[in-house]
């Protein structure tokens, strides 16, 4: 900054960091709001300090999984690249809900909930799986959008996995614009990211947990190359990590702060 520019800031913004500084700060925020959540997640619940552990397992299966671990297919690999999308949009999803970017996470989280709608779709369903695979992204984006997957499991008679309630609840808390960002507290007021919020912790971290074991639970199965009983040992593998969802959800996220106890982390 010239000598210029730094005669017209106002003098409160002379201890504001700027550049690298601003950056470095920024960074040493997280790393203190990450070292916050890990060390309250133990005391937050039954469920939840579970939660890590279970995900880091069913990552590890998803993984695998994805990369032919365990056999190679030979074939188009549709469902191993659906879950090893899976794998690094979680992992990302965990990072940012760690260091306090709750909405982030959702918006991240949200997309597994949606590749859990169309595996579930895609499960079973050879010309379900030919037409995704024969149509251009351009098709796809139109004939497989997650508000036509919905309907289609609908026509089906299935319940999808991540129903509309809950489509509409992460993509106004991660996705929509005009939203209060990080609104986890108490008093609602919106939250500068990076901020520990105990409630945002404990929703992101159900959300996403949630998601993946959908995601996995489903998309382990249409894996035919793969013999059906390890099939459905993976499956079981996923189960502790479904058992470890608790109630603080992103679809009563004013309730759950209505009725938790402030004295303490929430569960």
């Known amino acids: 900054m010239d000598s210029q520019d730094a005669a017209m800031r106002p003098i ?12 470095n700060a920024r960074k040493a925020l997280e790393n203190a709001t990450e070292e916050l959540a890990r060390n309250a997640l133990p005391k937050m619940g039954k469920k939840l300090p579970k939660v890590l552990e279970a995900l880091g397992d069913t990552l590890s299966i998803a993984e695998r999984v994805s990369s032919c671990w365990w056999g190679c297919s030979q074939g188009t690999h549709t469902i191993e690249y659906m879950l090893g999308s899976v794998v690094s949009t979680a992992l990302a999803s965990l990072r940012l809900l760690l260091a306090g970017f709750y909405d982030e996470s959702l918006a991240l989280t949200r997309s597994i909930a949606e590749r859990a709608n169309l595996l579930f779709l895609l499960n079973g369903r050879s010309e379900e799986l ?26 089906l008679g299935h319940t999808p996995p991540t129903d509309q309630d809950r489509y509409k609840a992460l993509s106004e808390r991660g996705v929509h614009p005009g939203a209060r960002p990080q609104v986890f507290n108490h008093g609602q007021r919106a939250v ?10 404990a929703v992101a971290l159900n959300e996403l947990a949630r998601a993946v074991a959908l995601a996995v639970g489903i998309g382990v199965f249409p894996l035919e190359h793969l013999p059906l009983d390890m099939r459905k040992g993976l499956q079981s593998r996923v189960l502790p990590l479904a058992g470890s969802v608790g109630g603080a959800t992103v679809l009563e996220v004013e309730e759950f702060l209505a009725r938790i106890d402030w004295q303490r982390p929430a569960g």
């Open 12 to 23: 409160e913004d002379e201890c504001f960091p700027e550049g690298d500084q601003y950056l």
């Open 130 to 155: 030919a037409r995704w695979e024969s149509a251009s992204a351009r098709d796809r984006r139109q004939q497989f959008s997650p508000v036509r997957v919905r309907l289609r499991l609908e026509e």
């Open 192 to 201: 500068s990211a990076g901020i520990f919020q105990p409630a945002g912790l």
